[in-house]
C-alpha cells in the first residue's frame, strides 16, 4: 500500500452541449497534444462544481451551467502524466467557444464529426456520452 501523499490527482471534466446539439472541444497547448475535453484539476478548497465552472470558462470562454454530474473516471492509466480520477459534468451553455488558458483552440463537433487525436480517455467518455443521449443508459461500472 502506497503512502497517504500518493494519492490520485482530482479532475474534473466538461462535456459542454451547445443549442444545435454539438459539443466543445478543446486543442491542448502542452503535451498530451490532441484534442479534449475542458477540465482540469481540482484546487485545495474547491468544490468539483466550482472548478467545473473555473475550468469551463478559463478554457472555453463560456459559462456553463452544470446540468448533471454525468460520471466518474478513474482508470489509473487514463491520464498518461499522473494517476488523476476525473468527475464528468454535462453542461450547457450559448455562444461560440474561444481557446483560452491552455486550450490552443476551442471548437464545437457533433458526434460524427469529432477530431483527431482525442487524448485521455476521452474517447471512451465521449461514447459513453452519446450512448447515454441515445438511450437514457448510464456508463456500466467498469473494473
Given at each position: 500500500m502506497k503512502s497517504g501523499r500518493d494519492t490520485p490527482l482530482v479532475t474534473v471534466d466538461i462535456i459542454i452541449e451547445?443549442?444545435?446539439g454539438r459539443i466543445v472541444?478543446?486543442?491542448?497547448?502542452?503535451?498530451?497534444?490532441g484534442w479534449a475535453l475542458?477540465?482540469?484539476?481540482?484546487?485545495y478548497g474547491e468544490s468539483l462544481?466550482?472548478?467545473a465552472l473555473r475550468?469551463?470558462?478559463?478554457?472555453?470562454?463560456?459559462?456553463?451551467?452544470?446540468?448533471?454530474?454525468?460520471?466518474?473516471?478513474?482508470?489509473?492509466h487514463r491520464d498518461p502524466r499522473f494517476h488523476t480520477v476525473s468527475t464528468v459534468f454535462i453542461a450547457s451553455a450559448r455562444g461560440q467557444p474561444e481557446g483560452?488558458?491552455?486550450?490552443?483552440?476551442a471548437a464545437l463537433f457533433g458526434e460524427n464529426a469529432l477530431p483527431a487525436p482525442i487524448v485521455f480517455d476521452h474517447p471512451q467518455i465521449?461514447?459513453?456520452?452519446?450512448?447515454?443521449?441515445?438511450?437514457?443508459?448510464?456508463?456500466?461500472?467498469?473494473k
Amino acid at each position: 500500500m502506497k503512502s497517504g501523499r500518493d494519492t490520485p490527482l482530482v479532475t474534473v471534466d466538461i462535456i459542454i452541449e451547445v443549442e444545435d446539439g454539438r459539443i466543445v472541444l478543446i486543442e491542448r497547448k502542452n503535451p498530451p497534444h490532441g484534442w479534449a475535453l475542458p477540465g482540469g484539476f481540482v484546487d485545495y478548497g474547491e468544490s468539483l462544481e466550482a472548478a467545473a465552472l473555473r475550468e469551463a470558462r478559463e478554457e472555453t470562454a463560456l459559462e456553463v451551467n452544470l446540468r448533471e454530474q454525468f460520471c466518474a473516471y478513474s482508470d489509473p492509466h487514463r491520464d498518461p502524466r499522473f494517476h488523476t480520477v476525473s468527475t464528468v459534468f454535462i453542461a450547457s451553455a450559448r455562444g461560440q467557444p474561444e481557446g483560452r488558458d491552455d486550450a490552443k483552440r476551442a471548437a464545437l463537433f457533433g458526434e460524427n464529426a469529432l477530431p483527431a487525436p482525442i487524448v485521455f480517455d476521452h474517447p471512451q467518455i465521449l461514447k459513453d456520452y452519446f450512448h447515454y443521449k441515445r438511450t437514457g443508459e448510464r456508463p456500466k461500472v467498469r473494473k
